[in-house]
């Protein structure tokens, strides 16, 4: 597997990136573990492209993977290109217009993007180099946030400090920063991102844990560090967000190489 990520000038706020190109002499299986963003795979692979799997639903091709997907699987074999692209979800509504129906679910960009999918594909890959395709996604998604309007400041200002707080927040307390009552809180949350803020605090959560395990960590000891009451605690919240065992997440491709693709924004640094 090769990576290739875009130079810090080339990035828009609540967007990261990178470019993948893999190489695999049989069937490739892998487990896609649930992460805190909306996440955008653009296949860029010749012939049938990549296969994902949740739940006994398939989808082909360039997906728009929601929050809390469940239990993914991505197939495919030989030789291919992808493109993924993570939106945090305050922003991925400006971008996809669909961001808080995307929740649970995996769907093809054609159904979000209509024609416009097929016309991203086409300029991204026939460039030339990973960093032309980059230029080419912030211009789309650049073009694409000017048409729709942003979430609420107290749901962005919220769902950062669940992310800055790696989950261990308390939502009463959140409220009172933005001056809203907490039942306000909770509808506005739920209806713009898809997922309450309890909910969303729980994925942070799992997400830092995850990568903890993934970094070789003992798992009674990441259960500690990161908050849960014990390590049967973390293992009922590793397999309702992922479908996992511990052992399964510690071992998972998909987070072996997040400090590669995603260094700026590693769950496992201090």
């Given amino acids: 597997m090769d990576v290739a990520v875009p130079r810090p000038s080339g990035r828009l706020p609540g967007v990261t990136m990178a470019g993948f190109r893999h190489r695999a002499p049989g069937l490739m299986d892998?487990?896609?573990?649930?992460?805190?963003s909306v996440t955008l795979i653009?296949?860029?692979?010749?012939?049938?492209g990549i296969v994902?799997?949740?739940?006994?639903?398939?989808?082909?091709?360039?997906?728009?993977?929601g929050l809390l997907p469940g239990d993914l699987r991505a197939a495919g074999c030989g030789a291919g290109e992808c493109l993924q692209i993570r939106l945090e979800p305050v922003v991925a509504?400006?971008?996809?217009?669909?961001?808080?129906?995307?929740?649970?679910?995996?769907?093809?960009?054609?159904?979000?993007?209509?024609?416009?999918?097929?016309?991203?594909?086409?300029?991204?890959?026939?460039a030339a180099s990973w960093d032309e395709r980059f230029t080419i996604a912030v211009e789309i998604l650049n073009r694409r946030l000017g048409d729709r309007p942003p979430v609420d400041p107290e749901v962005a200002h919220t769902w950062r400090r669940t992310l800055?707080?790696?989950?261990?927040?308390?939502?009463?307390?959140?409220?009172?920063?933005?001056?809203?009552?907490?039942?306000?809180?909770?509808?506005r949350f739920r209806s713009q991102l898809g997922i309450t803020p309890k909910r969303g605090a729980r994925l942070v959560r799992?997400?830092?844990?995850?990568?903890?395990?993934?970094?070789?960590?003992?798992?009674?000891?990441?259960?500690?560090?990161t908050g849960y009451v014990d390590q049967s605690h973390l293992h009922r919240e590793v397999k309702a967000f992922a479908g996992l065992t511990l052992t399964a997440v510690a071992v998972a491709p998909w987070l072996a190489i997040d400090d590669v693709a995603w260094p700026a924004s590693s769950p496992t640094r201090p």
């Fill in 30 to 36: 892998i487990a896609m573990v649930a992460h805190p």
């Fill in 42 to 48: 653009v296949d860029l692979s010749e012939g049938e």
């Fill in 52 to 65: 994902y799997d949740v739940h006994g639903r398939r989808e082909r091709g360039s997906v728009v993977v």
């Fill in 93 to 126: 509504g400006a971008m996809l217009g669909t961001s808080a129906e995307l929740s649970g679910t995996v769907v093809s960009l054609k159904d979000v993007w209509g024609r416009d999918a097929g016309r991203a594909e086409d300029r991204l890959r026939a």
């Fill in 164 to 187: 800055a707080g790696r989950g261990r927040v308390r939502i009463d307390g959140l409220a009172d920063e933005v001056g809203w009552s907490r039942k306000r809180l909770w509808s």
């Fill in 206 to 225: 799992f997400d830092h844990a995850a990568h903890l395990l993934a970094a070789g960590h003992a798992a009674a000891g990441v259960a500690t560090r």
